[in-house]
């Protein structure tokens, strides 16, 4: 089951020359779903659990397809996989340089694989590690507070 159709990184596209080759498109599309799969194994689960909640609507749902979408994006938009390209003619030149660290590419970011895995960067959190512990009351102290 696909998540995105090519349809969905058309519409999300921003810039000039979208894509047109659906069945080129759907095949980047599962590579991108496959990767996704293999670093967030439990998505499909926590997709359908939020699905029977709230049958119509996932926010997860449409975060994945989001994910999805922009990596696929990032493919088309440099699919030579340059860092920089340089044109000029006469006395006017152009440049563009595109940025990450594999242009190109087709990665999940570490950003985006948190909001997959349901990590929120910078929470803090604590760990019991006595699980169930509870002090008991010390008597002995009352008259010290």
Do not use: Y
């Not at 349809?7 to 599962?30: C, E, F, H, K, M």
């Not at 689960?45 to 119509?56: C, G, H, Q």
């Not at 997959?116 to 102290?141: K, Q, S, W, Y």
């Amino acid at each position: 089951m696909s998540w995105v159709s090519p349809d969905d990184v058309i519409n999300s596209w921003v810039g000039s020359n979208p894509p047109t080759d659906a069945p080129r498109l759907q095949l980047w599309i599962d590579r991108a779903e496959r990767l996704v799969r293999r670093r967030v194994p439990d998505l499909q689960a926590r997709i359908d659990a939020e699905m029977e909640l709230i049958p119509l609507s996932s926010d997860l749902l449409e975060t994945t397809k989001d994910v999805v979408a922009a990596m696929v994006t990032e493919v088309f938009k440099n699919p030579d996989g340059k860092r920089s390209i340089q044109s000029a003619s006469g006395p006017l030149s152009e440049s563009t340089t595109f940025g990450g660290e594999n242009p190109g590419k087709l990665l999940i970011m570490p950003d985006q694989h948190d909001l997959l895995a349901g990590i929120n960067p910078g929470e803090g959190f604590t760990v019991d590690l006595i699980g169930g512990h509870v002090a008991p009351l010390r008597t002995d102290l009352v008259g010290w507070l």
